[in-house]
């Protein structure tokens, strides 16, 4: 694969989530440094998919609890006001 | 990383003879994850609150039909991801999570946007206005694409939890949620190519 123009972009791109899950076997790794080492297109996609899924993680945290009203809501809802104390600390 | 994986012990037996306390207990435990999602996934705090008690009551009328194969949290959210697809019928016609369209092809969404973003400052792309560009991208998927992203990349579920609670295969999951991560990437791409070019003229 010594002339690996941009023939191997696209499969690269089928392999991209499980890459960035770090859930790709070594070689197909291999393969695809290779490849992003040459071709500057799809390093940046690499780069800015691993990056966009790192914002959407960061993002969760930190988790918001329910907010004590909707909280009231839904236990009268369930029929449940009888256990609406307040959630223990 | 989700909190109510501290695996709170619900009974399932107490649960089926009508324990009230023990369906409260079930409540508090699962009801702030099944909220953001439905959150995330609507967009706002009535539809969200409506998915939320309509999850529950659900819940509470189907427990016989719960068999304890997969997770309450698994079984809940397939629950919570069908309340939230009636309320988005509400307004359209037809929303289909589990049809096969003609672009479930990665292909089709090969990669148009190549603005070298990634390497911007930590507080630039996690600040106020950087959270909201993401959350509108996220809001811009289509529906189909974003039920899966929601639950694998935000509710962080396993590919095949996500599978399931979808009613998809795996590898529909997979495809899926790279057509979402790749819509993603695009939008934000365009969204900090704007940023960089300002800058540019700024200097
Ligand atoms: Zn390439």
């Known amino acids: ?87 223990s600390q | 990383m989700i909190e109510t994986i501290s695996k709170p012990d619900i009974s399932l037996e107490a649960l089926r003879a009508g324990d009230r306390a023990e369906f409260a207990r079930l409540v508090d435990s699962y009801s702030a994850p099944i909220y953001r999602l439905g959150l995330r996934m609507l967009g706002n705090e009535q539809d ?12 509470f009328t189907h427990l016989s039909n719960f068999e304890g194969r997969s997770s309450v949290l698994t079984w809940l959210y397939r629950i919570a991801v ?13 929303v289909n999570i589990d049809d096969t369209d003609s672009s479930d092809e990665a292909e089709d969404f090969s990669p148009t946007q190549f603005v070298d973003w990634g390497a911007l400052p930590e507080d630039m792309l996690l600040s106020v206005e950087g959270k909201q560009a993401l959350d509108r991208a996220i809001q811009n998927l289509p529906e189909n694409l974003r039920m899966v992203f929601l639950l ?46 300002q800058e540019k003229i700024n200097d």
Do not use: W
């Open chain 1, 1 to 87: 694969m010594t002339e690996s123009t941009h023939s191997n972009c696209k499969s690269l791109l089928g392999s991209l989530s499980d890459y960035v899950d770090g859930d790709l076997g070594a070689e197909l790794c291999r393969e695809i440094e290779k490849h992003i080492a040459e071709c500057e297109d799809c390093r940046i996609v690499v780069d800015t998919t691993r990056k966009t899924v790192d914002l959407v993680h960061a993002s969760n945290l930190p988790q918001t609890g329910l907010p004590d009203e909707v909280r009231d809501r839904l236990f009268k809802r369930l029929n449940l006001a009888d256990y609406l104390k307040p959630v």
């Open chain 2, 152 to 197: 694998r990349d935000i509710q962080e579920l396993s590919i095949k939890d996500t599978a399931e609670t979808l009613g998809l295969t795996e590898s529909n999951v997979k495809v899926r949620l790279l057509r979402a991560r790749l819509s993603l990437r695009e939008q934000l791409s365009v969204y900090y190519g704007e940023r960089i070019n």
């Open chain 2, 48 to 59: 969200a609150e409506d998915v939320l008690q309509n999850t529950f009551l659900s819940a």
């Open chain 2, 82 to 94: 069908n309340e939230s697809l009636m309320v988005m019928r509400r307004g359209k016609p037809e």
